[in-house]
């Protein structure tokens, strides 16, 4: 028998990878001879760089960076030599956590775009990027100035850095952008699909949580707006080559343009319309991301049957989170689906009609929140149900 286990963390227990393990030596009391093959499971937010260095042998790189508010922060992102790939969170670097302060017009993303100059140092050419939890709302702006790019006002000076900065922008150039971009490959875990600007934009919908008060939206809007319209025109300031990279043509125009209203653009306070207009990103959901680079479906093409979870299992975990893609997949190639978790709610009947053939909760007995939550004891629950899952299999 083959087994492939895909499973999310236990947050505040156990990692993605601990999971894994844990159901593997259950598996393997029950059946010594099955092959098991564990993938780590993350969904493009929290956690996601910790359980892909963890998952596929990567190497921590610390680093310190701008932080939101022009503090220097420490932050971290996950190097896979393999493939030279650079896993990031920009919350790491720009963070609505990192610091109490709330301040749209200054919060600027400029230290995201050092975490990805230090890995192009590093030799990394493709990048996976989680974009939630930001702190900003300056549509990239910082990250675009931290990798070379230049945003003036009429009268040709720099705008300076955060929300503030947008409404004053009247060209810009990507004449001293770092020209080891062209040959760097952007996959963004993004789950929100807000456009760019508007009522259902950045700012109206995540600005107020950010420190966006009332009479900030219209004007914050409107500076987005502004940036999306500039961002459509050629660069002509100090640019003498107009090397074809920034759009020129009437279709082009528009085409840029389109960026601002492409699902996801409005995603951490415009960073998404950064990332497709300036670094021709990708923009997926976080899940299908995360499954396609650890290589999950080629596994379970032949596996016999699939396990997943999470700490805990509700009607919410049907509606497109991590198990959900994994479970899709499994029943894909006609694998029985199977998830465990460490609580099970009302509604996760629901993950029976999303693809979870059974799932189980892996408590042996009354106890206390913190037992259940002890890692030692988490992964003995989880070893022990696992094993008496797979005698019955």
């Known amino acids: 028998m083959k087994a492939v286990i895909a499973i999310d963390s236990l947050k505040g227990s156990l990692s993605s990878m601990e999971a894994a393990e844990a159901i593997r030596e259950g598996i393997l009391k ?80 400029r230290g995201v775009g050092e975490m990805i100059l230090h890995a192009m140092e590093n030799g990394c050419r493709d990048f996976i990027i989680g974009i939630g939890g930001s702190a900003t709302n300056d549509g990239g702006i910082g990250m675009l100035k931290a990798l070379g790019y230049e945003f003036w006002d009429q009268d040709g000076r720099d ?47 995540y600005g107020p949580q950010k420190g966006v008060t009332e009479d900030l939206l219209e004007p914050l809007d409107r500076g987005m707006a502004n940036y999306a319209k500039v961002a459509s025109s050629a660069p002509d300031r100090n640019q003498a080559d107009k090397n074809g ?68 299992l509700d ?17 894909k190639y006609g694998a029985k689906v199977i998830a465990f978790a460490g609580s099970v709610a009302p509604g996760a009947e629901a993950c029976n009609e999303a693809g979870i053939d059974a799932y ?17 004891n988490a992964k003995k629950n989880m070893a022990r149900t696992a094993e008496q899952v797979f005698r019955l299999l």
């Open 159 to 205: 705008v300076g850095e955060g929300g503030q900065a947008l409404a004053k922008i009247a060209s810009y150039s990507e004449a001293n952008a770092d020209p080891r971009l062209k040959e760097c490959r952007f996959r963004v875990a993004c789950d929100v699909t807000n456009p760019l600007c508007g009522p259902m934009g950045a700012t109206c919908i």
């Open 245 to 312: 990279s920034a759009p020129a043509s009437p279709a082009e125009y528009n085409a840029v343009l389109n960026f601002a209203e492409m699902p996801g653009a409005g995603a951490a306070g415009g960073l998404g319309f950064a990332f497709l207009r300036f670094l021709n990103a990708e923009l997926t959901p976080g899940v299908d991301l995360i499954l396609n680079a650890v290589g999950l479906e080629k596994e379970i093409i032949d596996a016999d049957v699939v396990i997943t979870g999470e700490g805990r």
């Open 315 to 331: 009607h919410q975990t049907a509606m497109g989170k991590a198990p959900i893609g994994v479970a899709k997949l499994g029943k």
């Open 30 to 109: 029950a059946m010594p001879d099955a092959d098991v093959v564990i993938r780590p499971l993350a969904d493009g937010g929290e956690g996601t760089t910790d359980a892909l260095i963890e998952g596929m042998s990567g190497e921590r790189v610390p680093l310190r960076v701008t932080g939101p508010f022009g503090n220097p922060v420490n932050c971290y992102y996950g190097y896979l030599s393999s493939s030279r790939t650079a896993v990031m969170e920009m919350a790491s670097a720009a963070g609505i956590t990192l610091e109490p302060l709330r301040d749209p017009m200054k919060a600027t993303t």
């Open 360 to 376: 189980f909760p892996i408590l042996q007995s009354v106890c206390t929140l913190d037992e259940a939550m002890d890692p030692q």
